[in-house]
Structures are given as C-alpha cells and as structure tokens.
C-alpha cells in the first residue's frame, strides 16, 4: 500500500479507536496477547529470516541480540500486553475542575494524541510494545521500521490485525510501511497534514535525521552513553554486581552502562575485584592513566583488553564488549564529567554516603538517576508501565520511559449556563 494511503486510512478511523471504551480495549489486548503465544512458530520462523540476513551482513552481536526473538521474548511481548491492559486507562481522566467567579466550570481531561507515526530499527518487539501503549490510550499508530527486522516486523502486525479483524476493531489502528527505502522515510517524515506526532527509536544517526527532517511534531529518544560512579564510600562488592549486570546482561541495549567514573580512593581496591570479573565476558576497558597503572600491575588480568582511552570514548554509546573507565578525585568531579559526555538517559552512583546520593540525584542531567542500582531498570517494564513507547531524553513533553499518559494530551472543556463575554 502506498504511503499517501496508508497515513489517509489512519486519520479516518482515529475518531473510533478514540472512542473505544476500556473494557474493549483491554479485552483486545489480551486476545492479541493469546495469538503472539498461538501463533509463536510462525513469528519466530519470520524472525529467522531477519537473523539469517543480519549474519549474512556482519551485523554485530548487540544489534542481533536485539532483533533476535525467542519463546520466552515472545511470553514478555505478550505479558507486556496483558499488564498494559491492567492497567488504569488515562483517557476520559478529568485532571482538574475548577469554577470561575462568572460561574463556568472550566476543565482538563486527558485525550489521544491521535495519529502516532513511530520509525525505528531493528527491534521486533517495539511493534508490539508501540501498539499496545497507542491502542489503550485511543491512538492510531503507523509503524516504519527498518529492513533489517521487516519479516518479523510484517508477521507481528499480522497477527494484531487479524485479532482485530475478529473483534470488529478497525484493523487500521496499526499499519507498517513495507517499504524500507530511505526515501519512504523521508516522505512519512513530512506526513503532519495525517501524523501528529512521530518518535524516533535507534540509534544517533537516525534519530538526528528524524529530528532534522521531520515536519511533524518530535519526541526525540536518545542514545544511551549512561556512567555509574564508584564513590569512595561505595560498597566494592556492590559496585562490582551492579557494574556486571549493567555492562553485560545485555550489551546492545540503551540502558547499558558504558562509562565508568571512579574515585581515586578506591581505585586499587576496585580495579583487582572489577577487572577480573569484566574481562569473564571479555569487556575491553579503555582507562586513563591511573587505572591503567593499576591494571598494568594485576598478574590476573589480560593486557590486551585494558587500553588507553582516547577523548572520544568518553562520550561513545559501544553497544558492545567495551567500557570506559575515567579516574576523578571528588564527586563534584564526577558530576562534571558526567553532565559533560553523558545523553541524558541513565546515571548512576555507588555509594554509601546519603548527602553524596542526594547530591548526585540533584545535580545529575539525565531522565533516570540511581542510587545503588543498576541502569539497565531503565525500562517501561520495569517501571511498571507494562512496556515502552521509548525513552526520552528530552523535557518536552515527556521525559525517561514513556508510558500511557506520555501518549496523552490534554483539552479544557468547559461548562456553563448561558454565559456571554
């Protein structure tokens, strides 16, 4: 179907998936979520496609990761399906009432956004995620996602359609652009007479480009270069789970760490523990000086994965087996260079001293900021929000992961009985 067409048919049929009452919504939901699980041999079979042509064009392993699909990724798309639908509805919400001397009641509900145009990469499981968020708030949503994941990208959307379709939903509340070129890209970018609001997920490059590009409204989501800082009160134990877990439970994902600060004070008790940990899952660091004398002198550790880091690694987002390790002296240190190289996602501190948590949490630019936990909960899922239509880095209008009511806007109604100005 042609471009024109498919944004044409999305701003028809916004009216009726505005309207849809919660308890059909959420009984949709659900029945989508049964057919992801019903028809998994199918998905993953498509899945497979993709996969066999990203091995084919040398795709590097975190970008695999991420378009890979599984049983039990399937089970998460689903459940983040059927937690949406527990969720409370924010559409119809009257956010506040309150009458003028001229005795109008003047108020503020919350409404869909309308038409939510959505072009990312290779993450199949975002087209799930981007259609159950959009389809409880009342949204229609036009999907663009990259070749890379077009067959799973396509089997998805086929089976929400054909749910939809049995349930007399219009089945125009989710369309993926088939055509992958650039030039389709660019044109749905410029679509603002039939799209009201576009969001971009993937990495730097396409997100610049969207951000540059488009004439429709943006909510920019940002590349995630996120640090955690070791503190010199911090719990080295800790420090080491924390850094394991946020480094390589998955390496291709926004919420990864991929800058370490530390203090000075502990760095030769950290480097003997740390070191030898990271490099069970062969992570390069990239240190300056002072870590790497510290290294250099550990009998345990692989010289060849401990080099030294040039000034662009401080601000690099890897998405791969690699860290950057920068020495700082005190805390106000570390915040400087944190606010200076980080993307504004996910900051985190190891610490056990309250004032310096509090000052991290204060002072830190970013969406999240930790306190003794990992960055990788940087997630709608996590945050209870069932899934996420991405995560912001921005502050207008929404900020972090966004949920149901990031893909709200709101209207005034107003009541009165004969008033005239």
């Not at 909510?219 to 394991?244: F, K, P, R």
């Amino acid at each position: 179907m042609e471009l024109l067409e498919i944004c044409k048919q999305a701003k028809e049929v916004k009216g009726n998936i505005g309207i849809l009452d919660t308890n059909t919504k959420n009984s949709v939901l659900r029945k989508i979520a049964d057919a992801f699980i019903k028809d998994s041999s199918y998905i993953l079979t498509e899945n497979e496609k993709d996969l066999k042509n990203g091995r084919l064009n040398h795709m590097p392993e975190g970008l695999l990761d991420r378009l890979m699909l599984t049983d039990e990724r399937i089970v998460q798309m689903a459940e983040g399906l059927r937690q949406i639908a527990a969720l409370d509805d924010p559409i119809g919400e009257v956010l506040s009432m309150k009458v003028r001397p001229n005795g109008l009641k003047i108020g503020k509900k919350r409404v869909p956004l309308g038409v939510v145009g959505i072009i990312y990469e290779a993450r199949p499981n975002v087209t799930a995620d981007a259609f159950g968020l959009c389809f409880k708030t009342g949204n229609v949503v036009i999907l663009k996602g990259g070749s890379d994941a077009i067959y799973s990208n396509i089997a998805i959307v086929n089976v929400i359609r054909r749910v939809l379709e049995e349930v007399n939903v219009a089945k125009e509340a989710i369309s993926l652009i088939e055509d992958t070129s650039r030039e389709t890209a660019a044109a749905f970018m410029k679509m603002n007479d039939y799209v009201d609001v576009l969001i971009p997920r993937g990495g730097a490059g396409l997100i610049k480009t969207v951000v540059n590009q488009a004439t429709i409204p943006v909510i920019e989501t940002g590349t995630g270069n996120c640090h955690i800082y070791v503190d010199e009160t911090a719990d080295l134990e800790m420090a080491v789970n924390i850094i394991m877990n946020a480094k390589t439970q998955r390496i291709g994902v926004c919420n990864a760490c991929e800058s370490l600060v530390i203090h000075e004070k502990v760095i030769d008790n950290l480097v003997p523990k740390l070191l030898p940990s990271l490099q069970t899952k062969s992570v390069e660091v990239r240190c300056d000086e002072r870590i790497k004398a510290c290294a250099d002198i550990q009998s345990d550790i692989k010289a060849e994965l401990v080099k030294p880091a040039t000034e662009e690694d401080w601000g690099t987002e890897y998405l791969d087996y690699i860290l950057s390790a920068k020495t700082v002296s005190s805390i106000e240190e570390a915040i400087a260079h944190i606010n200076r190289y980080n993307t504004g996602h996910s900051e985190a501190i190891i610490t056990n001293d309250y004032n310096h948590a509090e000052k991290f949490l204060n002072e830190i630019d970013a969406a999240c900021v930790y306190v003794n936990a990992s960055t990788r909960f940087t997630d709608g899922f996590e945050f209870g929000f069932g899934a996420e239509i991405g995560i912001s880095t921005q502050k207008l209008h929404a900020r972090g992961p966004m949920g149901l009511e990031a893909l709200t806007s709101t209207k005034y109604i107003i009541y009165g009985n004969g008033q005239t100005r």
